[in-house]
């Protein structure tokens, strides 16, 4: 795991992103629509992360600081815009679940928050499958509703977790999130 810091990684991740919004799209599966996700990875003001595997970009993120005070919820880890390359299997996304757990741990965050778009309710398929995957993965589903840009989505959270051998598999050099822009909805 690295933050993305060049326009070259940058654009390797939007890349990504536009072809995950594809293959959803193609398989009737929800895409974000209230925001261009491409863009956010371009911008230079975020600060993206993305897991490799032999130079090669498997899935990006942007990883932020959320104080919570505003909210009523503890500060976290917020994963944001989480994407995996299409045709995976699921190892990349717990690794990126061991690897958020253990890095939110370093912060001194107690939990990792995530959401993911729901177009349908929380126990119907497609959304259901997906988050039984996760919930397997040690995430807990904390309800629906819209979420930060403005989508229906499905709210997650992992407990913070040292995990200290975990470096023999993920080398991480991401840097410390950013606190998120307050202007957002709550996640």
Do not use: Y
């Not at 993305?50 to 880890?77: N, Q, R, V, W, Y």
């Not at 996760?134 to 977790?161: F, K, N, P």
């Amino acid at each position: 795991m690295r933050t993305l810091r060049t326009d070259a990684e940058r654009e390797e991740a939007a890349a990504l992103v536009q072809d995950r919004q594809r293959w959803l799209t193609l398989r009737g599966l929800a895409v974000p629509a209230q925001t261009d996700v491409p863009a956010l990875f371009r911008n230079p003001q975020t600060r993206p992360a993305g897991l490799f595997e032999d130079g090669k970009l498997l899935a990006c993120m942007i990883p932020e600081h959320t104080p919570g005070p505003d909210s009523g919820e503890s500060p976290c880890l917020f994963l944001g815009c989480v994407h995996t390359l299409p045709d995976q299997p699921d190892d990349i996304t717990r690794l990126i679940s061991l690897w958020a757990s253990d890095f939110a741990a370093r912060q001194g965050l107690p939990v990792v928050r995530a959401e993911t778009l729901a177009g349908h309710p929380l126990s119907a398929d497609p959304i259901a499958a997906l988050l039984r995957r996760l919930t397997d993965m040690g995430w807990i589903i904390r309800g629906s509703g819209t979420g930060r840009e403005g989508d229906r989505v499905a709210r997650l959270e992992l407990a913070a977790e040292h995990r200290p051998r975990l470096s023999a598999f993920i080398g991480c050099r991401v840097h410390a999130p950013e606190t998120a822009p307050s202007h957002r909805g709550s996640a």
